[in-house]
């Protein structure tokens, strides 16, 4: 007698999915050799709450032109918070607004909105410096689907939609005002509006090859308009121009968990930039991982390395899942991070290089 295994049908979709499309690889050590250090501190206690204001997971750091720091971060509940330039808490934005639930990044534009990036309800929301919302891009899930796919849940679709995202990571903009979205967990794209939000293109599907990506998970562009995305499950950072077309790959400074491009988003031309890649120790913290990642690597926009700074761990100066860098300042760096349920303030001293044997 042949026995047979049946499978249930609502189960395929997610063999499917699982044979398909394999999960991101492990966080791997970055095959770069002989990088000179970077001499770096950290501000000791530079972020100030007052009683009975927290932040849980840092999920997302940016600063505006003035020098104001924002947070999102997740909490008993997905909130964003604004500090002052000296660290002071100043005000909480968009509570509980419809777009909030899974924090996962932020961004400041060039006029000083801000870009609230949560990939729990496939939505980005832009904010006024004022708090007020402008624009949201992406559609919340409906409520009676939300309750059997909660908020960071659910599975690969790479459905390729111009106005819905699949848990999105980040955004950035060109000098134009253009939008560039990395997308995501469940898609595999990264996606160009104009300044009014409309969809403009779109390149990417799961893979390794070049324009395609294995969790697109930060993105940010340069002066000129270029794209450097962080391709986190492939180990490298991937260079698009302007249209996306392909450019070149960065190899090998680990999977990059975030990645910077100094100077702010404009409109005021920075000069000279820099791009910085965090290959960050995992979130699920392992003593694995901690040997071999945690460092943030300065690279010119070219992929030359410049050097790295600081390695996984909990004291000041470590980092601990480094999950979005800020570098308006070039040698003045914010941190977000998760397993420490904080943001660091970090000031680089290139000056004081060492060469590495």
């Not at 509940?77 to 996962?104: C, D, K, M, W």
């Not at 794209?189 to 930060?218: C, E, I, W």
Request: glycine residues 10%; contains cysteine; charged residues 20%.
């Amino acid at each position: 007698m042949k026995r047979s295994l049946q499978i249930p049908l609502f189960v395929l979709p997610f063999l499917l999915t699982a044979v398909l499309y394999p999960p991101v690889s492990a966080q791997t050590k970055a095959t770069a050799t002989n990088v000179p250090t970077i001499p770096h501190q950290a501000v000791p206690d530079f972020f100030k709450n007052p009683p009975g204001i927290y932040t849980g997971e840092n999920m997302g750091i940016a600063t505006n032109s003035k020098g104001n720091i924002y947070i999102y971060h997740r909490a008993n509940e997905t909130r964003l918070f604004e500090y002052s330039p000296q660290g002071n808490f100043v005000r909480e934005i968009g509570r509980h607004n419809y777009g909030f639930a899974f924090a996962h990044s932020v961004r400041v534009d060039a006029q000083d909105n801000i870009w609230a990036v949560d990939e729990g309800t496939d939505m980005i929301v832009k904010f006024s410096p004022e708090g007020r919302v402008l624009m949201t891009l992406g559609r919340r899930p409906d409520a009676v689907r939300m309750l059997i796919n909660m908020p960071g849940a659910g599975t690969y679709h790479g459905r390729n939609e111009p106005y819905r995202f699949g848990r999105e990571t980040d955004v950035a903009f060109d000098q134009q005002g253009n939008i560039f979205v990395s997308d995501g967990y469940f898609d595999a794209r990264v996606v160009k509006y104009d300044k009014n939000g409309r969809f403009v293109k779109a390149v990417g599907t799961r893979g390794n090859a070049n324009l395609q990506f294995n969790t697109p998970h930060s993105i940010a562009t340069d002066f000129q308009g270029n794209v450097y995305v962080g391709d986190r499950g492939n180990a490298r950072v991937q260079v698009l121009d302007n249209n996306l077309n392909w450019k070149a790959n960065y190899p090998n400074v680990g999977n990059p968990w975030a990645v910077c491009v100094s100077g702010g988003p404009g409109p005021k031309n920075p000069g000279k930039q820099y791009l910085y890649a965090s290959n960050s120790w995992q979130d699920s913290a392992p003593a694995a991982g901690a040997e071999i990642t945690g460092e943030i690597y300065k690279m010119e926009l070219d992929g030359t390395i410049i050097g790295k700074f600081g390695r996984a761990g909990k004291a000041a100066g470590e980092f601990a899942t480094v999950h979005q860098i800020d570098c308006r300042d070039p040698d003045v760096l914010y941190t977000a991070e998760i397993n420490d349920w904080r943001s660091q303030k970090i000031l680089l001293k290139p000056q004081g290089t060492k060469s590495t044997n």
